[in-house]
């Protein structure tokens, strides 16, 4: 399966650049992501912080991804 060619640090830093007021469309073209990839990336990360990021894309298994994410929202 092929890489992300992007960092964690990237991703993140476009979703915060995102919540700090920069358009979808501007930040796509800026940094040269597609727009479906971004709100992918933002439906999947949105919300959360640099070290969740990193451990969801350090390929943990899926179960304790979504047990993070079940103790996240209190379930």
Do not use: N
């Not at 919540?19 to 999947?44: D, I, M, N």
């Amino acid at each position: 399966m092929r890489g992300s060619r992007f960092s964690e640090d990237q991703i993140f830093g476009m979703l915060k650049e995102h919540q700090a007021g920069l358009g979808a469309k501007e930040l796509c073209r800026t940094h040269g992501v597609s727009g479906a990839t971004f709100y992918k990336w933002r439906s999947k990360f949105g919300g959360m912080e640099v070290p969740e990021v990193k451990m969801v894309l350090s390929r943990f298994s899926s179960g304790l991804f979504l047990a993070m994410l079940a103790r996240r929202q209190g379930l």
